[in-house]
């Protein structure tokens, strides 16, 4: 947003990510081998001054399509027409890291930066950000344990919620909890097809006879 | 140890004269339920309310609970107030080894009944029960202090119920079974086993 063309000069690629929503936050998208120097050009300039990292999370984006509709001008039966044209894009999936900034010597903020890492599967290496901003520790150590974000350049990078030996992360959009569903009073939606494997099947004399 | 045979109208008659006559079992379950000490954790919300009753408003001192012991060696009652999550049940499960027999659960909440609110969570032990025998279950998110003393007043009555001889005597006596139980390992995915195979049989229930 505003000193982009500061933060461009420096050779790094920065993209806006429009928030169409009400609150109008928009956010900056920070490649990923610059994104330690335009963090560091964030804390340390003076007009800005972003001296605290209030919150780090993960997002997980699966692969999706997306349809847009367009109206182009067709000839139908000699007739000019406006006709509507859908395409599906397929955007592949990918994991984010949000960063919340604020400044509290000038009193500003928050402003958001994300980084995004190649794929879900394999690409998943950002660099960290707790060199810059010391409060992200812990938070780089949730996403890495809930989304599967490896951080390069962190102190300490270890599972912080589960313990070490789990092999999942449980916030990925595709995670499937464990079977343990033998026993649920009052199942619906998901807990109730999970818990139906689990059910005793009917001995056959009780099954209802069409009559 | 004599059984618990006295003749009602002969204990009163010598009552009346002065003399008390009572029986070994009797005497024993008296000192034992008006002495519980339970074991002091807490793992969630569950446990404020633990430690109101153990403060002066509701007072567990009343029902002699209210040494509460920083040690399990020292406990008799495991209160699990709170949500048990799956990194800590093999905590709980190694606390509940270490207390010495006699020893008794009161499995407070929601949480430590069935998972409560997290039950569909993936880190959250459904019900402490998976692991460790439980003797009271008291419902509620979190139960007030009256809920805890009634099931403190319950295991009292429990333990006063308790026979020192005789086939049905009480579990910790008979030595062949178990008062320390496995304790779970962290797998890859779940905790291994995900329930005590032994001891956890959920009702199946019949349904369409």
Known sequence: M????????????????????????????????????????????????????????????????????????????????????????????YLEAVYHLYSIKLKHGPLIIRMRTVNRTDGTRLPSLTPVWRSAEFQEREIFDLYGIHFDGHP??????MWDEFK?????????????????????DDVLTRAKQHYPARPPETELKPS | MSENNIDEGLRNELQRQGIWVTSMQ???????????????????????????????????????????????RQADLMIVAGTVTKKMAPQIVRLYNQMPDPKYVISMGACAISGGPFK?????????????????????CPPRPE????????????????????????????????????????G????NPPANPKTYHPPKLERV
Request: net charge negative; glycine share 6%; charged share 30%.
């Open chain 1, 2 to 93: 505003k000193n982009r063309a500061e933060l461009a000069a420096r050779g790094a690629k920065i993209e806006i990510v429009v928030n169409p929503g009400p609150s109008g936050q928009s956010s900056l998208l920070i490649d990923n081998e610059h994104a330690l120097e335009v963090a560091k050009f964030l804390r340390d300039h003076a007009a800005l001054s972003f001296d605290f990292c209030s919150n780090a999370t993960g997002v997980d984006w699966p692969e999706r399509t997306v349809k847009t509709t367009t109206k182009v001008k067709q000839m139908v039966d000699g007739v000019e027409k406006e006709v509507d044209q859908t395409s599906e894009e397929k955007i592949p999936g």
């Open chain 2, 188 to 191: 890859e995915h779940d905790l």
């Open chain 2, 26 to 72: 009797e005497l024993y379950n008296w000192g034992r339920k008006n002495s519980i000490w339970p074991l002091q954790f807490g793992l969630a919300c569950c446990a404020i309310e633990m430690i109101a009753t153990a403060a002066s408003r509701y007072d567990i001192a009343r029902f002699g609970g209210e040494v509460f012991r920083p040690s399990p």
């Open chain 1, 168 to 188: 999942d992360h449980p916030m990925r959009k595709d995670y499937v909890p464990p079977d343990d569903f033998e026993w649920e009073p009052t199942p619906h």
């Open chain 2, 120 to 140: 569909q969570g993936y880190n959250v032990l459904k019900g402490i029960d998976r692991y460790i025998p439980v003797d009271v279950y008291i419902p509620g």
């Open chain 2, 147 to 186: 809920a805890l003393l009634h099931a403190f007043m319950e295991l009292q009555r429990k333990i006063d119920e308790q026979k020192l001889s005789g086939a049905d005597k009480a579990q910790f006596l008979k030595p062949e079974q178990p008062s320390e139980f496995p304790v779970p390992a962290f």
């Open chain 1, 156 to 161: 300490d990078l270890r599972r912080i919620l």
